[in-house]
């Protein structure tokens, strides 16, 4: 296999992470006589002050010319203004417009050994193994009209929530192709008891359905699935969702884990390039500390050797190498509980040895 990645590293803790997940896709590289080819290139608050745009145009031709783009993280305090005109999140925004990238998968699943760091007992735990599936570029973060104006003296705001049904539909399905591959159950979040937008949504998922009957689709209002989350999380098989209400119930569902760190994503559009990052965020508080949890950042790699690479067997050893360092006891900080822990680059080596010791 030879393949063209491109590395946009970001903010805060972005390039280490980047960097010790680089480590570790050479590592496969030389495991199983790959040939990466890895670029760099700017995005975020880095790209606002270096070149005055979130997204410049040449990171943008790198990733459409690439095979897949992995990413560290954008935003810190820098450019934490909401109501500046350019923030570093429009990269993200602009990057996903740019390369069609319609879904986000983001997988939950809790590492043995780790059932301690979760907020909830253990006994809730058992069995959770779950896929978001996150619609990315329809719903009310790109609807129009949406602005601010001053309306009977009073500032109001407002946003339009659209979805038609060719956007409904290949979220759906891809749920379903998802499902297939798992326990070929998708639950479909929507909120149709007083939302128009959401009752088609939920037409056009159950017309999906019928054209796979093999899968079973349920359907839940998004606030029900919210405590569902949390009372019943391993009830859940694929869950597959419009934009807004995906960007909440996964971060949700991310909490189940006990820690950020250690979750992968992937978005997705209708051919095999795809973005690859962690769903931690920039954690500008320890950025340049190399105590940063690479984890999540490896496993998206996982991710992209399986989705975008068709290298499903060194997505497994990757997986598998992440397991053996947690049962062997390594520990970054964020999951150490006040114990030994390792660095961002001591973890990727440990990583790395579990590979090539497979």
Request: hydrophobic share 40%; with cysteine.
């Amino acid at each position: 296999m030879k393949a063209k990645i491109t590395l946009l590293p970001g903010d805060g803790i972005g390039p280490e992470i980047v960097d010790a997940t680089r480590q570790v896709l050479e590592a496969v590289e030389r495991k199983s006589g790959h040939s990466f080819t890895f670029s760099t290139h700017l995005i975020g608050g880095i790209a606002i002050d270096e070149t005055g745009v979130p997204l410049p145009d040449d990171t943008i031709v790198a990733c459409r010319s690439s095979d897949a783009v992995l990413l560290g993280a954008v935003g810190g305090p820098k450019w934490d203004d909401p109501t500046a005109e350019v923030r570093p999140e429009q990269g993200l925004l602009g990057m996903r417009k740019a390369l069609k990238l319609f879904a986000n998968l983001r997988p939950v699943k809790l590492f043995r050994g780790l059932e301690s760091a979760s907020p909830l007992r253990p006994e809730r735990l058992r069995g959770v193994d779950l896929v978001f599936v996150r619609e990315l570029t329809g719903g009310i973060y790109f609807g129009q009209p949406k602005g601010k104006e001053v309306r009977n003296g009073l500032r109001t705001g407002f946003d339009t929530m659209v979805y038609d049904e060719n956007e409904i539909r290949r979220i759906v399905q891809l749920a379903c192709d998802v499902a297939r591959k798992r326990r070929k159950r998708v639950t479909s979040i929507d909120k149709a008891n007083v939302l128009a937008t959401m009752q088609v949504w939920r037409e056009v998922a159950t017309e999906v359905a019928k054209k796979n009957p093999d899968i079973k689709l349920d359907h839940q209002l998004v606030d029900s699935a919210a405590m569902r989350l949390v009372t019943e999380p391993a009830s859940f098989d694929v869950i597959v969702s419009g934009n807004m209400f995906g960007d909440i119930l996964s971060d949700e569902g991310a909490v189940l884990t006990g820690s950020l760190g250690l979750l992968p994503s992937a978005s997705l559009g209708e051919g095999k390039l795809g973005v690859y990052e962690p769903i931690h965020g920039s954690a500008p508080d320890i950025a340049g500390k190399g105590v940063a949890n690479p984890l999540g950042t490896i496993l998206s790699a996982a991710m992209l050797l399986r989705h975008s690479l068709d290298l499903d067997e060194d997505a497994k050893a990757i997986e598998a190498a992440v397991q053996k360092v947690l049962d062997n006891g390594l520990r970054t900080a964020d999951l150490s509980g006040g114990q030994r822990s390792l660095g961002t680059t001591e973890m990727a080596y440990a990583v790395i040895a579990a590979i090539e010791g497979a």
